[in-house]
C-alpha cells in the first residue's frame, strides 16, 4: 500500500495560500488547509483541491491563539488516525498578518498579534507536527522582502517576518537529525487579488522595489514551494529562496512609509 502524502498549509484562502495548495494537490498531496474567517473560500478551495483527485481538510482556525493551532494539530491527528498510509511531508507556514502598524502607531497589542500569527503560530506548528513528519518531509517557512531593506510604516511586520528568517535558520538545524529539511521563501509584492492590485498608482510604486519591475503572481511563490517540497531540494536547508524580483537589492525611487498610505 503507497504513502499518501499530506501538505498543511495556514493562510489557505488567500491569493498566496490558495496557489500553493493548488500547486500541492496537482503535485499528488493531501491537504490541511487552514484558514481563519474565509469560509466561502475554504469551501471553494476544497472543491477545487477534490477535483484534482486529492483530500481537502479545511480548518478554521485563529493562529494569535493557542486554540487554533492545536485545532491544525488536531485535524492532522485525526486523518493520520483515520488512514495510516497517511504521511505528513510539507508544512508551508503563509498565514501572516499584513500591513503595519508604523513605528509611532504601534502599541503593545498589535505588536503581540503581528507576532502571534506571523512568528509565534508558525513555530509551534514546526514543533508539534515535525513529530509526525518522516525523514525527507520539508518545512517551508514564507518571508517577506520587507524583513530586508527599512520600512518604518510596517515596521512590526518587517520585523515579525525577519523573526521567521532567524527561525529558519535555527529550526533547520535543530530538526536536521530527524532528517527534516526547513527552508523560507522570501516573495516581493504578489498580487494576491486585493484591489490594490487595480489601481495604477499603488502597483506602480510596488513595482519599484524590483529590478526586474511588476509584482509578483501566487504561481511564483507556489513554484518555490514546489522546488523546497520536492526531492529536488534533497539537499537544502536553512535557506533562504528569494523570489520577490529583486526587490531585496535596495528600494528604488521614491518610497510611501507603506502600501498602506497609498489606499
Request: glycine share 10%; hydrophobic share 45%; with cysteine.
Amino acid at each position: 500500500m503507497s504513502d499518501r502524502p499530506l501538505a498543511v498549509v495556514t493562510g489557505a484562502t488567500g491569493g498566496i495560500g490558495r496557489r500553493i495548495c493548488l500547486s500541492l494537490a496537482e503535485s499528488g498531496y493531501d491537504l490541511v488547509a487552514q484558514f481563519h474567517v474565509d469560509a466561502e473560500g475554504a469551501a471553494s478551495l476544497e472543491a477545487a483541491v477534490t477535483s484534482l483527485g486529492c483530500r481537502c481538510r479545511t480548518v478554521a482556525a485563529d493562529l494569535s491563539s493557542g486554540a487554533g493551532i492545536d485545532a491544525v494539530v488536531q485535524a492532522v491527528d485525526d486523518g493520520i488516525g483515520r488512514d495510516e498510509t497517511i504521511r505528513v511531508r510539507a508544512l508551508v507556514n503563509n498565514a501572516a498578518k499584513l500591513l503595519g502598524p508604523s513605528f509611532d502607531t504601534a502599541t503593545l497589542d498589535d505588536f503581540d498579534a503581528y507576532f502571534a500569527i506571523n512568528t509565534r503560530a508558525a513555530f509551534f506548528l514546526a514543533q508539534r507536527l515535525v513529530r509526525v513528519m518522516p525523514a525527507g518531509a520539508s518545512i517551508v517557512n514564507i518571508s517577506s522582502a520587507s524583513a530586508h531593506f527599512s520600512s518604518p510604516g510596517d515596521i512590526v511586520y518587517a520585523m515579525s517576518k525577519a523573526a521567521v528568517e532567524s527561525m529558519t535558520a535555527n529550526m533547520a538545524e535543530a530538526v536536521a537529525s530527524r532528517g527534516v529539511r526547513v527552508n523560507a521563501i522570501v516573495p516581493g509584492f504578489t498580487n494576491n487579488g486585493h484591489p490594490a492590485f487595480d489601481d495604477e498608482r499603488t502597483r506602480t510604486y510596488m513595482s519599484s522595489f524590483s529590478v526586474l519591475g511588476g509584482v509578483s503572481d501566487p504561481a511564483h511563490v507556489a513554484a518555490a514551494v514546489l522546488f523546497l517540497v520536492s526531492d529536488a531540494s534533497a539537499r537544502t536547508t536553512g535557506s533562504i529562496l528569494d523570489v520577490s524580483g529583486g526587490s531585496t537589492l535596495g528600494a528604488r525611487g521614491v518610497r510611501a512609509h507603506s502600501v498602506r498610505d497609498l489606499l
